[in-house]
């Protein structure tokens, strides 16, 4: 299956343009990840599910107009929902230097102006408070909403990538939250939205 029949199939719609973007993102992480070892999608198609993993929110979140991703790594999610919003201003937060140099080349080969890369890690970003803050396979939400509480404000939403382990987390934070879990797959995304 190519992208845009992968992207089809869960109903995630993006332009043309966009298509090729994602595709020219996988062809170079792909060839990167030859010499460098930055993520454990080995092919272009298991990087297409990691695409699509990043991108089905988009069905279901309230499009932001800044977003912070915690441990970008090699892309995901962060780099991946700013080629697909290129309105929405992103900040990739990654401490290790050699996925860094991917992030940024990537950025720059991609013509992505919307995307800065904060080479470091979360708790030493220094920012006005994010719209939203996305996380995949970093650390568990309780320390996640800890280590963001200072670009984070009342009306910031939180998009955590999870798996089965989700259910004991959301108990262990302590706040009210309001919040939905969209599954799919073995996946859980959890979506912590603002109070209405
Ligand atoms: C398992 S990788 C996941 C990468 C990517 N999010 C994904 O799902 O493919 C975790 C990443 O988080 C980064 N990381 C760890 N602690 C961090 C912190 N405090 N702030 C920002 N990034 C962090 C690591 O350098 C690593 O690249």
């Given amino acids: ?65 800044t977003l912070l991703d915690v441990g970008t790594g090699a892309g995901f999610p962060g780099l991946v929902l700013a080629i697909a919003q290129p309105d929405t201003k992103v900040v990739l937060s990654e401490p290790l230097k050699k996925r860094v140099s991917f992030l940024k080349y990537a950025a720059i080969d991609l013509g992505l102006s919307n995307v800065t890369v904060e080479a470091k890690r979360v708790e030493s970003v220094e920012h006005d408070a994010f719209d939203m803050i996305s996380s995949r396979a970093v650390t568990n939400t309780k320390l996640l909403l800890d280590l963001t509480s200072k670009v984070s404000d009342t009306h910031t939403e939180y998009l955590f990538y999870k798996g089965s382990r989700v259910f004991d987390e959301i108990e262990d934070v302590q706040h009210q939250l309001r919040y939905d879990i969209v599954q799919k797959n073995q996946r859980n995304y959890l979506y912590i939205k603002t109070e209405e």
């Fill in 1 to 65: 299956m190519n992208l845009s029949q992968h992207l089809d199939k869960e109903g995630i719609l993006l332009s043309s343009e966009i298509i090729v973007k994602l595709e020219r993102f996988a062809s170079l992480l792909n060839e990167w990840n030859q010499i460098h070892n930055l993520t454990g999608a080995k092919s272009v198609d298991a990087i297409y599910v990691n695409i699509v993993d990043s991108l089905y929110p988009l069905t279901f979140i309230k499009k932001p107009k």
